[in-house]
């Protein structure tokens, strides 16, 4: 049997930790973050570690913030391949807040908390788990 999919909402502050989890150690090119000024969305393609997994695998999904009405990088890197490790996804004083490894950041202001994540195909199986110190 294949593994379950993921396809989660967060519209609350009280949503986005759960979102967070899933998404701790996903990693993604600093090329694969799109922000739609139009569309009013902020789009990552990312390769999720699969905490929730019994064995260590990573998938490609996709994470989208809608309802954005500005982005803000914070000590982002200039070069476009540069691989981030994702560490967190927070509310913070009313902004979005992307934390990533290393210390660069997305900032986003949106008229609501409306973040969906979402598995996009099959999983593979990873021999490096992530690790974080005590």
Known sequence: MADPMLHLI???????????????????????????????????????????????????????IEGVEQVQRLRWPTDGAAVLALLSLTLEDGFLLLHFAGGPAVRVRAECVDVILEDMGAAWPTAHVPKHPD
């Open 10 to 64: 967060a519209q609350s502050g009280d949503d986005l930790p759960a979102l967070s989890a899933l998404l701790q150690d996903a990693t993604l090119r600093v090329a694969d973050i799109a922000f739609d000024a139009r569309g009013r969305r902020l789009a990552c393609l990312v390769n999720r570690y699969r905490w929730e997994a019994t064995e260590p695998s990573r998938v490609r999904a996709a994470l989208r």
